[in-house]
């Protein structure tokens, strides 16, 4: 996959034509529930929506879409984490601004047209207001997308005291992983064919660079899944069979959700 973010000066980063053709035009529900409320946060003299959900007081996770926007799976992320022991208050920016990718095709247009620095500005305004209500620390995790984001935070944006990025992988243009300045753990597929963003020799290569940072990090890489593992709704599983990807992700992704439970614990603990 070439790797190329269209605000960056690249090329596009672009899924595909790594997608099966059977992927059709998924009608799927929102899963929003009453426990998630809609807030609104400024920075740049820009209004933008954001959701939350968590304990009051509890240590912030900012949970960073993938390239479908704020969907099913982002809301049901961001509600498994508020609910994970001790408790935290997880937060999504909406990056795109309330549009929503229905299929492979409105969801690259979407990510095409992000501006990436300006996403990064929103999680700096997003960690920053977490911290204003009630968080004394706050930690980053993202997916697809997000999981590049999540890793650009950790060298970008302060106030980020931890960071867990799942399947993604920003370009040097944005942020160069070796100087991350917070604990980073990350988290891979085997099967992931998405060449230099996510796949093995891309997550390598991360860990080595992770290494040279001399902060804490882990990289792990699941055996016999692919992008996209930790989407275990039914409606996910949906899009992902739809997507080619006919892995059985179940039980890695209650194996990554312990580890991520573990190093959000540890680094976000008072």
């Given at each position: 996959?070439?790797?190329?973010?269209?605000?960056?000066?690249?090329?596009?980063?672009?899924?595909?034509?790594?997608?099966?053709?059977?992927?059709?035009?998924?009608?799927?529900?929102?899963?929003?529930?009453?426990?998630?409320?809609?807030?609104?946060?400024?920075?740049?003299?820009?209004?933008?929506?954001?959701?939350?959900?968590?304990?009051?007081?509890?240590?912030?996770?900012?949970?960073?879409?993938?390239?479908?926007?704020?969907?099913?799976?982002?809301?049901?992320?961001?509600?498994?984490?508020?609910?994970?022991?001790?408790?935290?208050?997880?937060?999504?920016?909406?990056?795109?601004?309330?549009?929503?990718?229905?299929d492979v095709a409105e969801a690259q247009h979407l990510m095409d047209g992000l501006?990436?620095?300006?996403?990064?500005?929103?999680?700096?305004?997003?960690?920053?207001?977490?911290?204003?209500?009630?968080?004394?620390?706050?930690?980053v995790t993202g997916y697809c997308m997000g999981g590049a984001l999540t890793i650009?935070?950790?060298?970008?944006?302060?106030?980020?005291?931890?960071?867990?990025?799942?399947?993604?992988?920003p370009p040097p243009e944005l942020a160069d992983p070796a100087n991350t300045k917070?604990?980073?753990?990350?988290?891979?597929?085997?099967?992931?064919?998405?060449?230099?963003?996510?796949?093995?020799?891309?997550?390598?290569?991360?860990?080595?660079?992770?290494?040279?940072?001399?902060?804490?990090?882990?990289?792990?890489?699941?055996?016999?899944?692919?992008?996209?593992?930790?989407?275990?709704?039914?409606?996910?599983?949906?899009?992902?069979?739809?997507?080619?990807?006919?892995?059985?992700?179940?039980?890695?992704?209650?194996?990554?959700?312990?580890?991520?439970?573990?190093?959000?614990?540890?680094?976000?603990?008072?």
């Open positions: 996959m070439a790797l190329f973010f269209k605000t960056l000066g690249s090329k596009s980063l672009n899924l595909r034509p790594h997608l099966t053709p059977s992927f059709a035009r998924l009608q799927i529900r929102s899963m929003a529930t009453s426990e998630i409320k809609k807030i609104q946060i400024q920075r740049d003299g820009i209004t933008f929506d954001a959701y939350v959900v968590g304990k009051e007081d509890a240590p912030g996770i900012v949970v960073i879409q993938e390239w479908w926007g704020v969907d099913f799976e982002i809301k049901n992320h961001a509600l498994k984490i508020s609910q994970l022991q001790p408790g935290y208050k997880a937060l999504i920016p909406d990056l795109y601004r309330g549009k929503v990718g229905l501006d990436w620095p300006g996403a990064v500005k929103d999680i700096q305004a997003s960690v920053n207001w977490l911290k204003a209500n009630g968080s004394q620390k706050v930690g650009a935070s950790s060298v970008l944006v302060p106030g980020v005291d931890a960071g867990v990025a799942f399947y993604g992988i917070v604990p980073i753990q990350a988290h891979f597929g085997e099967l992931d064919n998405f060449v230099g963003f996510s796949d093995i020799k891309a997550a390598k290569a991360l860990e080595e660079k992770l290494k040279a940072s001399g902060k804490p990090y882990e990289v792990h890489v699941y055996p016999g899944v692919a992008h996209a593992f930790m989407n275990t709704s039914p409606e996910g599983i949906e899009r992902r069979k739809g997507m080619g990807m006919t892995d059985d992700n179940e039980a890695a992704a209650e194996l990554a959700w312990s580890r991520f439970q573990s190093w959000m614990n540890r680094y976000l603990s008072s």
